[in-house]
């Protein structure tokens, strides 16, 4: 099968669907890797989002896919779908630089945790994603490799630091990237490309292998930084948290299963964020679509200001965030930038032009959280809605985002 592009890529096609056709042997992981792989010769010498692309390890997974498959041995949902790898994840016997001079010629020999996770479940790898360099920016622009365009218009950021992994599932290079996100880094690139941004809470994925045994970052970044997943539909994030979840008490036997099961949920809408009019006429319309869907919303006031200097409350903070903040509601809505996506000539010089306000407490906190697109602005750039949930309730947070994805897609 053969899946045409747009100039955008076709965000149409899920994990689900795709990974059925592979089930049902109407499609062969042959093709689908292949299609990717050519995208990637196509686009990524314009939009830069691939460090390292793996063309030949690529197809010889798939090869290995088709035979297990056609023998009757499917591994699960992943078998066979290609993904990309922020290159600050260790892969063993290929390069992980993140983005820095220094580790221009750095090979890990082990992989990472969620690396070795995503192999066993026949996740084939298609490459490394570019990123701002050692994850400090929030434009895309920072690489040593070169900055990451905007596919959906090159004067513009495409956010960071996870910028080549936006880029790379926005165009079809791949299905879904594994990222991090310490001040937003996932769900910021996600929104301003137009696919979803999801982490989880703090411990649900395991971080071992981010550039293992390199100097310790500092207690901000241990604290702060969560592993993160870009996919195309949210339905796609929750089919990787199968896999890659640890076994915590609040682990459903299936999120795929759980965030199709109907649920009351109060909203809260962050009544202080500070956003600029194009941003908050997308927001008031995304809310009011919520809302029609049965959701009842009240205004409360999100806690955006956290400390970054000073974390020795973070632990007790984190204990006691449930019962204050979400005391009457089950979510937070808010945008997920403050404005409209910047311009590369005004990003210039500047790692993180893209403010982080909207996004930085919810790493502080160590809460759920997801950005998917909500409209775009009058430069036909993307916009991003961010769901926030209670620790451990990511089920509920991408619930609620499976909805209003659904109900986008009924209205066209």
Request: negative net charge.
């Amino acid at each position: 099968m053969r899946i045409v592009y747009t100039a955008k890529g076709n965000l149409s096609v899920g994990l689900a669907w795709q990974g059925e056709q592979l089930h049902s042997r109407r499609i062969s992981p042959i093709d689908i890797v292949a299609d990717c792989l050519r995208q990637i010769e196509q686009r990524n010498s314009e939009l830069n989002a691939f460090i390292t692309v793996l063309p030949e390890q690529a197809m010889e997974q798939a090869r290995e896919a088709e035979a297990e498959l056609g023998a009757g041995n499917r591994r699960g949902p992943l078998h066979g779908i290609p993904v990309g790898i922020k290159d600050f994840y260790d892969t063993a016997g290929i390069s992980t630089t993140a983005g820095f001079e220094h580790f221009k010629d750095r090979i890990p020999i082990t992989d990472a945790v969620v690396v070795a996770k995503l192999k066993k479940a026949g996740a084939i790898i298609v490459g490394k994603t570019n990123m701002d360099s050692l994850g400090m920016g929030t434009t895309g622009l920072e690489s040593y490799f070169g900055p990451v365009r905007n596919p959906w218009n090159a004067e513009y950021i495409p956010g960071g630091s996870s910028s080549g992994s936006a880029v790379a599932v926005a165009t079809g290079m791949c299905y879904a990237t594994i990222d991090t996100d310490a001040i937003g880094s996932c769900r910021l690139p996600a929104a301003c490309c137009g696919v979803v941004g999801f982490k989880g809470t703090y411990g649900l994925l395991n971080p071992k292998g981010i550039l293992e045994g390199e100097e310790d970052p500092g207690p901000m970044i241990r604290w702060f930084s969560h592993p993160g997943i870009t996919a195309r539909h949210v339905e796609d994030v929750a089919m990787l948290l199968d896999v890659l979840a640890e076994n915590v008490e609040s682990k459903p036997a299936s999120y795929i299963d759980a965030i199709g099961e109907s649920r009351t949920i109060r909203l809260g809408v962050a009544g202080n964020a500070q956003i600029d009019h194009e941003v908050s006429e997308a927001f008031t319309t995304a809310v009011e679509t919520i809302c029609r869907l049965g959701f009842s919303a009240t205004s409360v006031d999100a806690p955006l200001r956290v400390p970054t200097d000073d974390l020795s409350k973070i632990e007790s903070d984190r204990r006691e965030i449930a019962s204050e903040l979400f005391k009457d509601v089950d979510v937070l809505l808010l945008p997920t930038t403050t404005t409209t996506v910047p311009t590369v000539v005004k990003s210039r010089g500047a790692p993180r032009a893209l403010s982080a306000e909207n996004t930085i407490f919810a790493n502080y906190y160590g809460l759920p959280s997801v950005s998917v697109p909500c409209g775009s602005d009058r430069n036909g750039l993307p916009l991003g809605l961010q769901v926030v949930g209670r620790p451990w309730d990511e089920v509920t947070v991408l619930h609620l985002a499976h909805k209003y994805e659904e109900e986008l897609g009924r209205s066209g």
